[in-house]
């Protein structure tokens, strides 16, 4: 905001730049009468803002930041993350445990029930992880199921999951993450997606809010679930209204309107910058887990092994000459304003097992580019130059500024003329289906983390069955992902985790780049923000208070 707004508005905005802030706004809200004077402790109406697009609503087909933020609001989990705290505690579960090495038992809470009226029994969760497996879309996360073998329904209350791999350390956080939404089975397809109308005409939700309204990525409206028995309580907000945009800039003069209460992802780092000096709103700034990178695809990035001119041995060259390229301090800086950090391996920093293994591979060996050693990667392995790299992102869905982020990381891979590079854009919504349909072989992702473990930056991307979905296959490094993941003993796991990342990084099966903080703007008086890491945008999760 410009200037305090007459009719008392405040906003909470979240930078481009955030691993999603955890919040619940009361007593702050643009939505009218019914929102103005409420307390943290519930009731009133708040608008959301947001450009980070929606695919589907179907748990099972989709496994982007976006359509999770909406899964959050609506649909039950048997465990979750309390807000301020890394751990899952059971949500609609009343108990959860390994009662054998390979058997994880989940008793239900009594009488739950979905919006629709329909019983939420251990039938429905059965047929929720059982249909992830069978549709196994390439754009769902069913690889995070893995080690699941089969799930049994014992009663109408217990559920009974058996693995494939005893002593499994990160399958109760894999309950709570884009694999464990809780579904009606009366209302879902058991083996296709289920078309967005379905599930909001089916009312089939037993989160902390309903979905009363849809309109494709223009506009959702949420009224509370007075019936959710879960972990995180009542809901703060009667109403929630959450407006996309297709333009940050629409977004920061929403923002600045007082149009809206929250602003979330995404706004660039120099409307976050300029912000600041905005005494009318408050900037937090906390850590984040987020992180950016460049996919190869395998088959067809240039000598990729479905090309006319396939060898594993220039293909991995050309790889590890756009790492000796990259230069990500400057990224950081020029782009993002230093909102962003460079990341040197797949596990960022702050978390048990990070290393930075990229770092003396590539490069000037401190981090820097090197031109030189970038040529003389691709002479040894004969590689023809410049090395023409179609690399794609998108316009939409990583922020305003990808577009000058990946200017300049075409700039920087053409400045030795090694590289030429034709850079292309598309929107998220056919972005994510063509990058798993081996259209991109060079593309853009980012990753906000499920859960708060370095497994859920190695086991998406490097097993054999991965969400990336370009081809990558090391048996090794697929048989430490499944060894660390059963490894009890934490200095052990650590390890593991360690020898993951620097194996994976002689292959370059990605190229990681930056790695976010997490950014909020407030208004002045508000307090209560989250400076927490948490996986998704979940509104319902805390309330932030006049100060």
């Not at 909470?12 to 702050?28: D, E, I, R, S, Y």
């Not at 992880?129 to 199921?145: E, H, M, V, W, Y």
């Not at 990808?402 to 998220?428: H, P, R």
């Not at 360690?498 to 994976?504: A, H, T």
């Amino acid at each position: 905001m410009t200037s305090a707004p007459t009719n008392g508005k405040r906003v909470f905005a979240v930078a481009a730049t955030a691993a999603a802030a955890a919040l619940v706004l009361a007593g702050c809200s643009a939505g009218g009468s019914s929102g103005g004077s409420t307390d943290a402790a519930g009731g009133g109406t708040i608008i959301i803002g947001t450009t980070d697009l929606v695919t589907v609503l179907d748990p099972a087909g989709s496994y982007d930041n976006g359509s999770f933020a909406v899964m959050n609001q609506v649909f039950p989990f048997l465990l979750n993350t309390p807000y301020g705290s890394p751990d899952v505690e059971p949500d609609i579960a009343a108990t959860a445990e390994f009662t054998a090495p390979t058997e994880y038992t989940v008793t239900l809470k009594p009488d739950l029930k979905f919006v629709n009226g329909n019983p939420l029994t251990s039938s429905d969760v059965k047929f929720t992880f059982d249909r992830q497996l069978k549709i196994n879309d390439a754009n769902g996360p069913a690889s995070l199921l893995y080690n699941l073998d089969s799930v049994e329904a014992k009663d109408d209350t217990t559920v009974v999951f058996h693995l494939k791999q005893a002593d499994d350390q990160i399958f109760p956080q894999i309950l709570s993450s884009p694999a464990g939404p809780i579904v009606d089975e009366d209302v879902f397809s058991a083996d296709a997606i289920t078309t967005d109308k379905e599930i909001v005409d089916g009312h089939a939700f037993a989160g902390q809010y309903d979905i009363t309204s849809y309109d494709f990525n223009n506009l959702i409206a949420y009224k509370a679930n007075p019936d959710y028995k879960g972990l995180l309580g009542p809901a703060k907000n009667d109403v929630v209204n959450v407006k996309y945009y297709t333009d940050a800039s629409n977004l920061k003069l929403e923002v600045q309107k007082g149009d809206i209460d929250v602003a979330w992802r995404s706004l660039s780092a120099t409307d976050i910058d300029s912000l600041r000096s905005d005494k009318n709103v408050k900037v937090v700034d906390g850590p984040g887990g987020e992180t950016r990178y460049i996919v190869f695809n395998f088959n067809t990035q240039p000598y990729g092994a479905t090309t006319a001119e396939a060898d594993p041995a220039k293909a991995l060259a050309v790889r590890a000459a756009a790492a000796d390229l990259v230069d990500r301090a400057e990224i950081a800086k020029q782009v993002y304003k230093d909102t962003y950090t460079p990341l040197y391996s797949y596990v960022p920093a702050g978390l048990t097992g990070a290393t930075e293994s990229l770092k003396p591979l590539y490069g000037d060996g401190n981090g820097g580019p090197d031109a030189d050693k970038a040529k003389a990667t691709l002479e040894a392995a004969g590689v023809t130059t410049p090395v023409v790299l179609n690399l794609q992102y998108s316009n939409d869905h990583y922020g305003p500024s990808s577009g000058d982020e990946y200017a300049l990381i075409k700039s920087q891979l053409e400045s030795t003329g090694l590289f030429t590079v034709n850079l292309q854009t598309t929107e998220w919504v056919q972005y994510s289906k063509d990058r798993s349909s081996d259209v991109y072989p060079a593309y853009q992702l980012g990753w906000f983390p499920d859960y708060s473990d370095a497994d859920n930056y190695l086991t998406p991307f490097f097993l054999k069955e991965n969400f990336l979905k370009n081809h990558y296959d090391n048996p090794e490094v697929n048989d430490l992902i499944l060894q660390q993941a059963v490894t009890p003993d934490a200095t052990e796991r650590t390890g593991l985790i360690e020898q993951i990342q620097d194996k994976v990084a002689g292959d370059l099966s990605t190229l990681p780049l930056l790695q976010g903080a997490q950014v909020a703007v407030t208004g002045a008086d508000v307090t209560g923000t989250s400076d927490t890491l948490d996986p998704s945008f979940k509104f319902r999760y805390a309330a932030l208070s006049k100060g």
